[in-house]
Each structure stands twice: as structure tokens, then as C-alpha cells.
């Protein structure tokens, strides 16, 4: 079969095709003819060494994808072949709350990641997709979709208000997310186009983080003063505390990205005197994860495509994301 390996991290690390055996399923697992992969900012922070040192090289990249079963191992009992499926990001956390035995189960980083045409997953470290979904669309759900779902979804009522740094997948999926649960949506970008497509799709209101240097006031202005119910915080310490700002009395940050760094040196005391919640989302379970499908297939949400990409060019997506250009999903495909 063929995958893309990463054979060394670092600032000018590429990913490169190699061959390797067909897998075979063993005990409990089931063996996957993958038709699309998704990236996500953390697969090129993986490629660049920012995200600490594999455990080993060469490593398969990628934790987002979906696929086609195609055999069964011994012992498995929910899944049949032909079964339209996407892995877990945590390969080993089934339900309840994050333990310490779930670190380690990670994909495309710990442990070898999706950009393969054939890949072995444990039956408990799949689920089925949601009917109307094509591969591709799949392929977005198990990071971007599964955070965006956990970070808003339990947490936002009907008639309340959230914020959305940023148009990324996790920042489109939340909105959908938000807008499916009668919440008023506000997001920012740098790019007016941006915020127009985000608009299309459902926000209320966009903020120009360029135009508007004080987009938490201007946030302020947009709810009377009032502030948001909910932030979905995914760029981290520059602007931690203008999210803390924009917020109610009451409300709650979902952590859930860092792409501005790590805060340090932040005036938590708005955190206090507000009586706001700060939660770290990250990713999800299994559970989780069925439990979004069951939602998205009530809501049937809207496809978040960026670009598509052949598997014989799967180098360019890296540079579609490296490029901050992208509004969405960014797709590689197999066939």
C-alpha cells in the first residue's frame, strides 16, 4: 500500500510517499480502505517539531480521516464491511471524563496517524458516519468537529450569545453548531471576505480584528454592553484576555487552541470577578463522538470545504495550511 511518511521534524520537514506491507485486522479490529484524510493546524505543527518529538520516525501523519471497511478481525461485533466510517482521535477513550491512560492513544502523533490507503483501527476506535455524509466531509469531523461540538453544544442555550475567534473548521463547526442551538453568533477574521462566507453560513455579526485593534469593545457594543455567554478561544495567549473581557458575568471560555502561543503572564482577575468558567476542550471520546453524529444528522450541517487535494499531492495541503489563506476544511483524497 501506499502512505506519506514524516521522516524528520522540523521548520523545513516535508512529508514523503513510501510503501509499506497491506495490514491485516487482528482480534477486535477492522481494517479500512481510507477515501479521505483532513488536516488540521496541529498535523503541520507535528511536521515542523512544534508540537514536542514523536515517540518515533518515520510517522504517518495525520489524525482525520474517513473510509470504507473492507475486513473484519476476529471477535467484531459492530461494524460489517462496507460500513462508511472515521477514526478517533483518541484511540483509547471510549466514554466519561479524560484519563491519564487515554494520553498515548493520540493519532498521527503518538501513534501513527490515516494518510494511508489501508489502515488497521481497534473497533472501539471508530464510528460509523452519519448517513447523508460523503468521505470527505467524514474526514473533517473527528478533531474539528468533535471539539467545535463539545465546546458548544452542552454549554449554549437558546437566545444566548457566543463568540468565534477566527474562520478554521473548529470556528465554522462551532457556528453551525451555535446557530443549531438558537444562539446569536459574532466571529472575527482579519479578512472581510471571510466574514462575508461566515455570515453566509450563519453568523450575525463579524468583527475585522485589523480594523477593529479592540474587537473585545467592539464585541461589548455589539451585546449592549452585555458581553458573550460563550468564547470559543483557539488562539491562545494574544487573546486570552480580550476574550476574558468580551465575556459576561457568568459565561464561559471553551479553550480549545493556541495558535498565538501559550499564555503567560494573563490578568486572570476578570476570570474571578466575572464568576466565569474556563474549560480546556480536548477533542473528545467515543461517546462524544456518537453523540455529535446523532446531532449533526438532525441539523444536516453545511460542507466546510476549503480545498481538495489528490493523495499524489498531499504535500500541497500542508502548504494550503501553512498558508493561513484557507476558509474551512482543507481535503487530501483516495480515490
Avoid at 496541529?42 to 514523536?54: I, N, S
Avoid at 457566543?162 to 477574521?189: D, H, N, P, R, W
Avoid at 471520546?285 to 453523540?291: E, G, M, T, V, Y
Wanted: aromatic share 8%; with cysteine; net charge negative.
Amino acid at each position: 500500500m501506499r502512505q506519506y511518511v514524516i521522516q524528520q521534524v522540523g521548520p523545513t520537514a516535508e512529508i514523503t510517499p513510501a510503501d509499506a506491507p497491506d495490514p491485516t485486522p487482528g482480534p477486535g479490529e477492522v481494517l479500512v480502505r481510507m477515501r479521505a484524510c483532513s488536516l488540521n493546524y496541529r498535523d503541520l505543527m507535528v511536521l515542523r517539531g512544534e508540537y514536542g518529538a514523536p515517540k518515533q520516525l518515520p510517522l504517518v501523519p495525520l489524525s482525520d480521516g474517513a473510509g470504507e471497511v473492507i475486513a473484519l478481525g476476529p471477535d467484531v461485533d459492530e461494524f460489517d464491511k462496507g460500513d462508511r466510517v472515521a477514526g478517533c482521535f483518541f484511540q483509547n477513550w471510549p466514554a466519561g471524563r479524560l484519563k491519564q491512560d487515554v494520553y498515548g492513544s493520540d493519532l498521527g502523533f503518538t501513534l501513527p496517524g490515516v494518510l494511508s490507503e489501508l489502515r488497521v483501527f481497534p473497533q472501539h476506535g471508530l464510528v460509523k458516519l452519519p448517513r447523508y455524509m460523503s468521505f470527505v466531509e467524514g474526514a473533517t469531523l473527528p478533531v474539528a468537529g468533535l471539539t467545535a461540538f463539545n465546546a458548544v453544544v452542552p454549554h449554549v442555550a437558546r437566545g444566548q450569545t457566543v463568540l468565534l475567534l477566527g474562520t478554521g473548521g473548529v470556528s465554522l463547526f462551532a457556528l453551525q453548531f451555535a446557530k443549531a442551538s438558537g444562539a446569536t453568533v459574532i466571529i472575527t477574521s482579519s479578512d472581510d471576505g471571510k466574514l462575508e462566507r461566515a455570515m453566509n453560513l450563519g453568523a450575525d455579526h463579524g468583527v475585522n480584528y485589523r480594523t477593529h485593534e479592540n474587537w473585545d469593545e467592539e464585541v461589548l457594543r455589539l451585546t449592549g454592553g452585555h458581553g458573550v455567554d460563550l468564547v470559543v478561544e483557539t488562539a491562545g495567549a494574544k487573546t486570552f484576555e480580550k476574550s476574558l473581557n468580551a465575556l459576561a458575568p457568568g459565561g464561559r471560555i471553551s479553550q480549545v487552541g493556541r495558535l498565538t502561543g501559550i499564555a503567560s503572564g494573563v490578568n486572570i482577575q476578570p476570570l474571578v470577578y466575572k464568576s466565569a468558567t474556563l474549560k480546556g476542550i480536548f477533542v473528545g471520546s467515543r461517546q462524544d463522538f456518537l453523540a455529535m453524529n446523532a446531532f449533526v444528522q438532525q441539523i444536516n450541517i453545511a460542507e466546510l470545504l476549503d480545498d481538495l487535494i489528490p493523495f499524489d499531492e498531499a504535500p500541497r495541503a500542508f502548504e494550503r495550511i501553512a498558508s493561513r489563506r484557507h476558509f474551512g476544511k482543507v481535503v487530501i483524497t483516495l480515490g
